[in-house]
């Protein structure tokens, strides 16, 4: 658990740039363990273990941040992945948004009024 923290510690504090080379570090020292936790099992379960890493890692990846220590200030959502913004019986609803990808308009669309 000490090492845990010491990571959780270096990812959270810092500079952009700092928060980068702790990511950098700390992806190398996991990836390190990782092997030589994988190399000493045997092939059936290893190949069992690794299903269920990307099974793991998939699921994170489709909830985390961009970058480590991302977070939204007051009144702001910050999401990795789908955002939904609705209104219902004639109520209006918004956000404001910096969009890294790309974006979608769903209907319905309230109809313009005739003139």
Known sequence: MAR???MEAGVRDGDAEGLQRQRVYWES????????????????????VVAELRALVAEAGSTAPALPGQ???????????????????????GAVLRVDGGLHLAPPFPQQPQQ
């Open 4 to 6: 845990l923290d010491q």
């Open 29 to 48: 020292v996991w990836r390190a363990r990782l092997e030589v936790f994988l190399e000493g099992l045997a092939r059936t379960d290893r190949d069992e």
């Open 71 to 93: 977070q939204a200030g007051a009144g702001a959502v910050m999401a990795g992945r789908d955002v939904s913004v609705t209104a219902q019986s004639g109520s209006v609803a």
